[in-house]
Nanobody, 113 residues
Framework: VQLQASGGGLVQAGGSLRLSCAASGFNFRINTMGWYRQAPGKQRELVATISSGGATNYADSVEGRFTISRDNAKNTVYLQMNSLKPEDTAVYYC????????WGQGTQVTVSS
């Protein structure tokens, strides 16, 4: 299993970023995928998940601002992040559960005030 995240960066509050996660090594289309994040000094937390059928789930803190989606033809999951806030600053990890947790390498998102 490989999960390659990209798209992080530095953005001002109110701005947008789109994260991508290219997956390989497993049957992408039948598995739930997700994004987690970890801010300095805090525990890793769930941001959003998307099932094989497209059902989505979001943390309360990002509901209405973030959108998770997937392209099964490209084995890629996305996280569109709008109206970013300084408290969204974290390392974002692509996630898969397949008998155990798998994490991508993480991509840094920094939101300046």
């Amino acid at each position: 299993v490989q999960l390659q995240a990209s798209g992080g960066g530095l953005v001002q509050a109110g701005g947008s970023l789109r994260l991508s996660c290219a997956a390989s090594g497993f049957n992408f289309r039948i598995n739930t995928m997700g994004w987690y994040r970890q801010a300095p000094g805090k525990q890793r937390e769930l941001v959003a998940t998307i099932s094989s059928g497209g059902a989505t789930n979001y943390a309360d803190s990002v509901e209405g601002r973030f959108t998770i989606s997937r392209d099964n033809a490209k084995n890629t999951v996305y996280l569109q992040m709008n109206s970013l806030k300084p408290e969204d600053t974290a390392v974002y990890y692509c996630w898969l559960y397949l008998y155990r947790n798998y994490w991508g390498q993480g991509t840094q998102v920094t939101v300046s005030s």
